[in-house]
């Protein structure tokens, strides 16, 4: 990726963000604008620890073959060990 689709995707990214679109379109979005920039990216997943009462925390999954859509997953909190 050169200086310049960085910069362009850094743009994106902090004004997405500030504009307020969902994680699952800021995680498909960073995504696809990686892969145009020439980055061979198959697969990307994001894991965010919350401070919330009952989730504790949530997963995004993106995949190349179905570029437009995103698997979010809620996890909730364990005693258990691995």
Excluded: K, Q
């Amino acid at each position: 990726m050169n200086e310049a689709a960085f910069n362009a995707l850094s743009a994106w990214v902090s004004e997405a963000g500030l504009i307020g679109r969902s994680e699952d379109e800021l995680m498909a979005g960073f995504c696809l604008r990686v892969v145009d920039a020439g980055v061979p990216l198959a697969r990307a997943r994001v894991i965010l620890d919350t401070l919330h009462p009952i989730y504790e925390g949530r997963a995004f999954l993106w995949r190349s073959d179905i570029p437009e859509t995103g698997e979010v997953r809620e996890y909730g909190r364990t005693n258990e060990g691995e």
